[in-house]
């Protein structure tokens, strides 16, 4: 099975995700947007998976530092263009496997996905 996860590999978050990986033997190829990149391709193929308001972190610095013309008037295409430009306003980790695709990690939905 080929999976990927998408992050960033200084966040904490995907941290603990590549840490549940490992500790469960799981084979997986990391994608680190800042030194692998990210360009609407990729971004198209996680939309058609999720809808962007689910993939857009708005909960980082990154999105913080965004003025609030940019905050009040967010839709899809602009929240595109933020995420091409700023990496770390993307949820993380994406993981991608043959067959689905989550955001966010929490243990009992990997535990979940690779119970199969």
Known sequence: MSITLY?????DTIKKARKWLTDQ???YQFHDYRSDGIDKEL???????HDWQVLL???GTTWRQQSDDVKDNINEA???EL???HPAMIKRPVIC???TSLVGFKTDQYQTLFAR
């Open 78 to 80: 602009s929240a595109i």
């Open 97 to 99: 496997t043959p067959d």
């Open 25 to 27: 033997g799981i084979d």
């Open 43 to 49: 971004l198209a193929s996680f939309l058609t998976k």
């Open 83 to 85: 995420m091409l430009e």
């Open 57 to 59: 972190n708005k909960r």
């Open 7 to 11: 992050g960033i590999k200084n966040c």
